[in-house]
């Protein structure tokens, strides 16, 4: 077992755990005197493992869909919680993907004002970022995780074994953030190492993926530890997002079934292209990211015009006014923000 600790103004803020199996979980609930689990449908059986391993308070199965996403769902799990006595002694142990983590740590932020909460992810997405970091919340009025708050889980129980039965696509996904992480933080040549390791496919070792998301989830929990509240540094773990986040929106408004990672494995692309533009990155650096992607099984284009993104990302909730901070990548393993408009980062792209 291996632990990484989230460290904020000098004192343990949250701890990444990572262990090759379910079962190390079980002694890390015994300090809790009562623990509620809430469990993605699709991963009923992660939480039949801890619930064979712990005694538990209550268990409740949702239905993941961004969709659902909404206050609607976090609704339902405060009065699951209500009704089944939870008090702020208690623990919410969310077990799923990002949106579970996502709607059950909000609901735990936000009843009695809040109790404590815990994650086990269960894609690579919620692995290496979503579960890390303590930002929580739901979609709201068609714009993405646009109600939220950033409070730290006490732990984040990460285990390869559970990613057994992800959908390769759902893989693919977490691969695109996986690869972020380490174009913002490249010690050790690990993007390098990454990229070579999704292409050849030696992740299906369970060892060497639990090292990769390990690894991830420690520069992860490092820029928290600096940034907690999205000041500075913590802005770098955006990179693409910004185009990310339109290319989400537009493909829900046309119908179209683009996952969150798939946009993002776009949204860097478009950022690298961006750099290059903006004189901030050396020619090359956006095909050579767009053949890594390529070998790794990424999508490299979405079908929309870029100026149709423009809209979208001005209503991006990091928009200050007209202009966005952009996240923009000079080197593998080096971004720099530049604030300017989405008309300007458009135009430079067209
Ligand atoms: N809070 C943050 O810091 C943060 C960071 C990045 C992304 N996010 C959010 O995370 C969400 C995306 O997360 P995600 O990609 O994990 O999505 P998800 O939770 O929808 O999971 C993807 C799919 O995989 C299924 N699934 C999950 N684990 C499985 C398993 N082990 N076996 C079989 N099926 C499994 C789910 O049911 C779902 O169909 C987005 O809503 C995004 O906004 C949050």
Not at 44 to 51: C, Q, R, Y
Not at 126 to 141: C, E, H, M, S, Y
Not at 167 to 181: C, V, Y
Request: proline fraction near 3%.
């Amino acid at each position: 077992m291996e632990e990484i600790q989230v460290i904020i103004g000098g004192k343990t803020a949250s701890r990444v755990i990572s262990a090759e199996s379910i079962e190390a979980l079980a002694p890390l609930l015994e300090a809790y005197p009562k623990v509620f689990l809430v469990y993605d449908r699709n991963v009923a059986w992660v939480a039949k493992e801890i619930a064979a391993g712990s005694p538990l308070a209550g268990m409740k199965a949702i239905d993941t869909s961004e969709k659902a996403k909404d206050l609607a769902t976090v609704q339902d799990l405060c009065s699951w919680l209500l009704e089944a006595g939870a008090d702020r002694k208690s623990l919410l142990l969310a077990v799923g993907g990002g949106i579970t983590t996502d709607l059950a740590g909000f609901a735990a932020c936000i009843y009695r004002r809040g109790i404590r909460f815990a994650f086990v992810p269960t894609t690579l997405l919620a692995q290496v970022d979503a579960a890390i970091g303590g930002k929580t919340g739901v979609n709201f009025l068609d714009f993405k995780n646009m109600l939220g708050v950033i409070r730290q889980p006490d732990f984040t129980f990460e285990c390869a074994q559970v990613l057994q039965t992800l959908p390769h696509r759902d893989f693919l996904s977490g691969a695109a953030e996986l690869l972020k992480t380490f174009l913002i933080d490249n010690t050790g040549n690990a993007y390098e190492k990454a990229v070579t390791m999704l292409s050849e496919a030696e992740v299906s070792a369970p060892d060497t993926l639990q090292k990769l998301i390990a690894a991830a989830a420690s520069v992860k929990a490092g820029i928290v530890g600096r940034d907690e509240q999205e000041n500075g540094e913590r802005r770098h773990l955006n990179l693409g997002h910004t185009f990310a986040h339109a290319i989400e929106h537009e493909a829900r408004q046309a119908g179209l079934d683009i996952t969150h990672g798939e946009a993002v494995a776009v949204g860097i692309l478009l950022a690298a292209r961006l750099s290059e533009a903006m004189g901030l990155a050396s020619k090359g650096l956006a095909a050579r990211l767009e053949a890594d992607w390529t070998a790794c099984g990424l999508p490299t284009s979405v079908p929309f015009d870029l100026g149709t993104l423009t809209a979208a990302m001005t209503k991006d909730k990091k928009a200050e006014g007209d202009t966005i901070h952009f996240v923009l990548l000079s080197s593998i393993g080096q971004v720099e923000i530049r604030k300017i408009s989405a008309a300007e980062a458009t135009a430079q792209l067209l």
